[in-house]
Every structure is written in structure tokens, then in C-alpha cells.
């Protein structure tokens, strides 16, 4: 049933946020048929002075190297199923050239780009909710869709994840969003970037995945490729909705998501 499909977003305990060993991660997405699985936990807070880098957001810059040796070595121990290297790493503007730096010793098979922060402001964080009162929320939207497309067009990054995380806690404009969706669309698809259809959005409070269905039907239209992702933080969430989001993109027109290997994208039939 999963059998193309592959699953690129996943954490590890490092991040100090999820749960699980690494080999349950790979077994659980063995037992759920995935084609592959990869690791994209979150880079070190690269962005931060030392003393600013939240243990419960990210691995400590020390531990990248390690995390990096413990894909490559899960490898030799599931040769049923391709293991691939990734990181989730924060678009922070103005921080590109440290970013490209940190990235450039690792073999990655791809780099997930994300928008987590507005200024210092980690809005997904759930206990800094109470800061979306401060704003007007199509300001808030604008401003987040510009650090969104500005990180897509940035060349860093293979993947987009969750492009609309924004309407994580359920803040939604009164207005209609549809030129917006589509504008955003086609700035994606000009960056050349693949986005992921993410079933994490599910689990929040928003209840439904990342994209909205219109934004994933606009990008679709202008051919934007596509990729399944949980957003894994527990071996539990490995492949999780993973039906209903194929779905999904089959009724929004996919008839291709794609994989990564060394950087390079290879589509393969939905
Ligand atoms: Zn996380
Ligand atoms: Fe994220
Ligand atoms: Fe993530
Ligand atoms: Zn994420």
C-alpha cells in the first residue's frame, strides 16, 4: 500500500523534544512497507550565541558529527531498506552563508528548509502562543509567506517543509486566501524547490496537513513536486495518515512524488 512512498521527516531524541531510537524509527517505517525512511532532525541553532541554544529545540552543535555517523552506520544494519541522511534546517534571513557553511562537510542526501522563527519568535512553539495576540493576522501571514518563498528561493534547501505552519494554533485571516496561495505557488515553483504534503498538521490544533488543500492544488497546477512527510517526532508518527494524504494528492493531481539521493531529486509514480 506505501510501497513508493517514502518518509524524510523525522526527529531523533537529540532534538530533545522526541522520543525513540533511532532503529525503532527504521522498523516502524519497515513494518509500515515504506520504500525508504530518512532522518532530518533539527540543525543546531546555528543562528544563536552558545548560551542561547535551547537543548529542547535542537542538537547541540557537538553532536551534528555523531548524528551524521549514526545514519550512516544504521545503514549496515538495515540493508532491507535505504536509509537516507537529512537535516531540517531553519531559514533565518540574513544567516544563509553560515548555514551553507555548517551543511557543506555532510554527505546529505537532502536538506529539508523551515521557517520556524519570525524574529526571534519561534511561533509553533506552543508556549509562546500567547504572542499571536500582538499581531494582525494577515500581517502575520504576509510576513511569514515572505521568510517562506524568500527560504525556498534561497538555494539552500531540497524540500520545503510545512509552508503554511503559520495556521499551526488555528490563526486564520478573515479574509480569503487565495491570491495569496497562489502567489506563493508561484514563487515555489520558480525556486525550482520540492514541497512536502505534511501529515503532522493533523496532530495539531489546525487539524489539517501542510499544506491546505488549495495551496497543494496551486502548487500542483504549476508543477511543483511533491513528497509524503510525518514529521515524526515518536517511531509511532513513521508513515502516520500516510493513506489519506496519498489520497489526497492524487485527487489534487499528483501522479508523482519524488526521493532524494546525493542532493539530486528522481521523481517516481505516486
Ligand atoms: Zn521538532
Ligand atoms: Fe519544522
Ligand atoms: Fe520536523
Ligand atoms: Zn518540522
Not at 512512498?5 to 527504521?26: F, K, N, P, S
Not at 532491507?80 to 553560515?98: H, K, N, Q, S, W
Not at 524540500?159 to 496561495?181: E, N
Not at 508543477?223 to 515524526?232: K, Q, R, T, Y
Request: proline content about 6%.
Amino acid at each position: 500500500m506505501l510501497k513508493q512512498l517514502v518518509d524524510y521527516h523525522t526527529h531523533t531524541t537529540r532534538c530533545g523534544h522526541a522520543t525513540g531510537t533511532m532503529e525503532a524509527y527504521v522498523e516502524a517505517a519497515i513494518a509500515a512497507g515504506l520504500s525508504e525512511i530518512g532522518f532530518s532532525d533539527h540543525i543546531p541553532m546555528y543562528w544563536l550565541p552558545e548560551a542561547k541554544r535551547d537543548p529542547g529545540i535542537a542538537m547541540r552543535m557537538s553532536e551534528l558529527e555523531e548524528y551524521v555517523a549514526d545514519v550512516i552506520r544504521l545503514r549496515e544494519r538495515y540493508r532491507e531498506i535505504p536509509i537516507r541522511l537529512g537535516l531540517e534546517a531553519d531559514f533565518i534571513p540574513g544567516r544563509e552563508a553560515e548555514l551553507s557553511r555548517l551543511l557543506e562537510p555532510y554527505p546529505w542526501d537532502y536538506v529539508i528548509g523551515s521557517v520556524h522563527f519570525i524574529g526571534e519568535w519561534d511561533f509553533d512553539n506552543p508556549a509562546k502562543t500567547n504572542r499571536y495576540a500582538e499581531w494582525d493576522i494577515s500581517e502575520l501571514y504576509a510576513k511569514f509567506f515572505t521568510l517562506e518563498t524568500m527560504a525556498a528561493k534561497s538555494g539552500l534547501f531540497d524540500i520545503m517543509a510545512h509552508i503554511d505552519l503559520i495556521k499551526k494554533f488555528g490563526h486564520k485571516p478573515s479574509h480569503d486566501l487565495g491570491r495569496v496561495y497562489a502567489d506563493v505557488a508561484a514563487q515555489i515553483a520558480g525556486a525550482g524547490v520540492a514541497i512536502e504534503l505534511s501529515t503532522a498538521g493533523r496532530r495539531k490544533p489546525v487539524g489539517e496537513v501542510y499544506p491546505n488543500p488549495l495551496l497543494l492544488k496551486e502548487c500542483c497546477d504549476r508543477g511543483v513536486p511533491l513528497i509524503i512527510s510525518s514529521d515524526a517526532h515518536s517511531p509511532q508518527e513513521v508513515a502516520w495518515g500516510f493513506a489519506e494524504a496519498r489520497a489526497l494528492a492524487l485527487a489534487t493531481g499528483y501522479t508523482q512524488v519524488c526521493r532524494f539521493e546525493g542532493r539530486k531529486r528522481i521523481m517516481q509514480p505516486l
